[in-house]
Structure formats: structure tokens, C-alpha cells
């Protein structure tokens, strides 16, 4: 049988070149542990290769989701433990009985009395002249009007789309650090779970969250440079609608997800 010949010293690597190639190997492993695995897995982007690959938005699916299987967890273990606690005993009837008190009586001449000073201040009131009703129903009319134009301008970008059963999207606004952005949204067809947030240049925050929420609403400021904005979820059976209502100081809506 023929055994392969052992190598000579001369064939062997040497030491610099095991050295060379176990740092490039470890510079390899953790350019792709920053680059492709954190932000696929954990939603962090320190170097922002990951949003422009399109893994930093399956890092967040994967959180919201993994997020919402624990509240769901934490929901059931809630209502298992209520269910299991024995009710409280019923208050005796007695107890139950409410107390009548009653009203002092009043003399006649306490009801004379009374009776009187309501006929005086009757007598004292003035009817309003028609001129004061027709400036009363002016300036009101005036109000409504006003507060209407400012509920339409208030809004500079508006947007509606349906999410199917499981199906989940997300709109974020471009702003500069410190802006301020005002937004409403509202849900027809059952609650959503939503995640409003942020990211940008290295940067991530989560500013708020929900499950089951039917409409919000608010103001939303940038705690630095970059998108931030809204990820929806619905879990229901059916379809759900949502409209979204932005303005303030934004550059522009757009659809991330």
C-alpha cells in the first residue's frame, strides 16, 4: 500500500503565514458578523450596509414578531391565573341595602320665601336683543369655519392602504434631527400592532409601541438624521384599512416595507 509522503520543513507554512491567515479569517468573520448577521438577526446596523442590503428590515420583522409572541405568551399566562383565582364572596343582602335619608321638611314660610326670590329673579332677567343673537350666531359660525380650515391644513401628506391577516408594512418620514412631525392614523377592521421608530447613519430608537390598538396620534421628534415612522402589523382574521395622516417638518413620506 502506498502512504502519502510527509511534507518537508521546507513545504510547511510558516508561522507569520498562520498568523496572516488566522487575522484575515477573523477580519472576514467579523465583517460579516456586522455587515450581514446583526442586522439580519437583531436589527443592528452600526455601518448601514444592512438597510441598503434589505436585512435590517428583516431583523426588525423578526423582533416585532418575536416581541409579539412573548406579550402573547404574557397575555395567556394572565388570563390563566385570573381564571384560576376563586371569586370573591358575595356582600350580604343587608349590606347591599342602600340607606334613604331624608329630607328635612320645610316650613311654609321658607316655601313663601323661596317662591318669592325665584319670581324677583325672573322678573330681573332681560331678553337679548335680536342683534346680539344674530353677532352670537356670526362669531360661532365664524369658529366653526376657522377650526375646519385649520383641520384640513394641518395634514400635508395623507395615505391609506389594507393589510391582509398576518400581513405587516411600514411608512417612515425623512427628518432632520429635532424636527417635529404631527401624525394620526386610525385602523377600520380591528386593531394593529405597531412599532414606531427610528433609524439612520448607524443609529436606531424605538420611540413607542402597541398591540391591539385601533387608532394614535401625536407628535414625533427626531431624536437624530434619518427615517422615522411606523411599522403595522395586522393580526386579525379579516382585512384591515388604515389611514395615515402626516405634516409638520418632514421632507417626505415613504413606504420602507
Known amino acids: 500500500m502506498y502512504n502519502t509522503d510527509l511534507p518537508t520543513r521546507a513545504e510547511l507554512p510558516s508561522t507569520g503565514k498562520l498568523l496572516r491567515s488566522t487575522l484575515l479569517a477573523a477580519v472576514i468573520a467579523i465583517a460579516l458578523l456586522v455587515t450581514v448577521v446583526l442586522p439580519a438577526e437583531y436589527a443592528i446596523d452600526p455601518t448601514g450596509a444592512g438597510r441598503l442590503l434589505g436585512l435590517t428590515e428583516m431583523g426588525e420583522i423578526k423582533n416585532q414578531l418575536a416581541e409579539e409572541a412573548e406579550l402573547d405568551q404574557a397575555n395567556d399566562e ?15 343582602a343587608g349590606d347591599n341595602q342602600p340607606t334613604v335619608a331624608t329630607a328635612p321638611q320645610t316650613s311654609g314660610v321658607e316655601s313663601d320665601q323661596a317662591a318669592s326670590s325665584i319670581g324677583d329673579i325672573a322678573e330681573q332677567e332681560v331678553v337679548q336683543p335680536e342683534a346680539s343673537l ?30 391582509t391577516p398576518g400581513e405587516g408594512t411600514e411608512y417612515k418620514l425623512t427628518m ?33 409601541r402597541g398591540r391591539g390598538v385601533p387608532e394614535d396620534g401625536g407628535e414625533l421628534e427626531a431624536a ?12 386579525n382574521d379579516n382585512d384591515v384599512t388604515v389611514v395615515l395622516r402626516v405634516g409638520g417638518d418632514y421632507g417626505e413620506l415613504i413606504k420602507a416595507l
Do not use: C, K
Open 78 to 92: 394572565a388570563a390563566a391565573m385570573q381564571a384560576s383565582q376563586p371569586t370573591a364572596p358575595q356582600e350580604s
Open 134 to 163: 344674530v353677532l352670537v350666531n356670526t362669531l360661532a359660525a365664524e369658529e366653526a369655519s376657522s377650526q375646519a380650515n385649520e383641520e384640513v391644513t394641518m395634514w400635508s401628506d395623507e395615505v391609506s392602504f389594507t393589510l
Open 176 to 208: 432632520e434631527a429635532g424636527a417635529v412631525a404631527t401624525y394620526a392614523w386610525v385602523s377600520d377592521g380591528g386593531p394593529l400592532n405597531f412599532d414606531t421608530h427610528g433609524d439612520g447613519n448607524g443609529n436606531s430608537i424605538s420611540y413607542e
Open 224 to 235: 437624530f438624521t434619518g427615517n422615522h415612522g411606523w411599522f403595522f402589523r395586522n393580526r
